[in-house]
Each structure stands twice: as C-alpha cells, then as structure tokens.
C-alpha cells in the first residue's frame, strides 16, 4: 500500500465521520419535527371532531318551554304523530285542521322533511292525549 492509497482512505474515514456528526444532528430535528407534526395531526383530528359535535344542529323539536314555573321538555316524533292520527282515523287535513296548520305541514312533519315550531308543539302535545271521540267532537265543533 503506497502513501497516496493509505492518505486517500485517511480522509475518506474523516470526511465520512465528519458528514456522520452532521447528519446527526439534522436527524435528532428531523424526528423531533415528525413527532411534533404527528402530535399536531392528532389535535387537530380532535379539535375538527369537536367542531363537527358543535355545529351539529340541535333538534328543534326537542324545546324547553317555560309552563308554570317548571321547564318541560317538549318532544316531537314525526311517525308518533303518523300513528296517532291512524289511530284517531284522521286524514292529514283534519289533523292539520285539530292542530291549527295545514294538512300539508302534517306530511312534512310524518316524514321527518320539516319540524313543527315551538309554538306549535303545545297543541300537538294536547292532540296526542285525545281520544277518538273526543278529536272527532273537536272537529265537528270546528267552524272551519
């Protein structure tokens, strides 16, 4: 092995080490910047989780309505309202006429395309505790 064989792999070693301890230190921040973007990532997967909780809309037929000193829930059920006016034997119009709306906002309501207000929810609250004979005494007594 002559001199300029043994010089050239000299500086070949060092030069290797030397680009080795510099690469080093740019792999520790490598990492450290992945572990820090995963980290990211994972926060916002959460925070875009709890956004979509948050602009999720809130059931309008589910209010909480002032009676008597005491707060009631007022819940509404499309296909609850379906089987009472099946059970009264009522067409659409003359439930619409009980409740005071049309007989167009009961399809919508059966079908879950539309909900009703909260104005409305007392009357469709009474309406569900009537009997047949009772709904149909209030319809024939109704001027409309």
Known sequence: MNIVT???????????????????????SS??????IAALKVRIAALERSL???AK???????????GGAVLRNRFSGSGL???????????????????VSGQSIYKWEQ???TPRPSQ???IRAAMKLGKRAATARLSNDPS
């Open 6 to 28: 043994a010089l050239k792999a000299e500086i070949s070693r060092v030069a290797r080490k030397e680009v080795r301890r510099e690469t080093e230190s740019l792999k520790q």
């Open 31 to 36: 990492s450290r910047n992945r572990s820090e």
């Open 52 to 54: 979509k909780d948050f």
């Open 57 to 67: 809309p809130k059931k309008a037929a589910s209010v909480a309505a002032e009676e």
């Open 82 to 100: 379906a089987k009472k006016r099946a059970a009264l034997g009522l067409s659409a119009e003359e439930m619409g006429r009980l409740l005071g």
């Open 112 to 114: 879950h395309k539309a």
């Open 121 to 123: 929810l007392p009357a």
